[in-house]
């Protein structure tokens, strides 16, 4: 009796170590979209008020560091979950910002062969 009920504690404890790594691995990716679309939507609204600004370089630098230390902070917490994690956080990092140059329509003027 002992053993069968210690399989099956055991069983449910791997499920849900299971169902913690799904999570953090989806709380990751999810993080990497949000950083993603906060750092380059950032940039994108930068580069839009450049023109208007009586400060461009203010604008630029203020904008940059901002974008900068907000995404670091944010991958230096994510990074305490696991390479794994990281490596999904960046993924999805990097898939913004293929959406958001799909969605907004920005096509680089030159091809590169």
């Not at 069968?4 to 979209?33: C, Q």
Request: some cysteine; hydrophobic content about 50%.
């Amino acid at each position: 009796m002992l053993g069968i009920g210690l399989s099956e504690r055991e069983e449910r404890l791997r499920r849900v170590r299971a169902m913690n790594e799904i999570m953090t691995i989806v709380s990751s990716f999810v993080s990497g979209i949000l950083l993603g679309i906060f750092y380059f939507g950032g940039l994108y609204l930068t580069i839009k008020h450049l023109y208007n600004s009586s400060q461009a370089a203010l604008l630029t630098v203020s904008s940059f560091m901002v974008r900068s230390a907000v995404c670091l902070v944010g991958l230096y917490l994510i990074s305490g979950k696991g390479l794994e994690a990281l490596i999904f956080c960046l993924a999805g990092f990097v898939l913004s910002k293929l959406a958001l140059i799909h969605g907004l329509g920005l096509r680089s003027q030159t091809r590169w062969a």
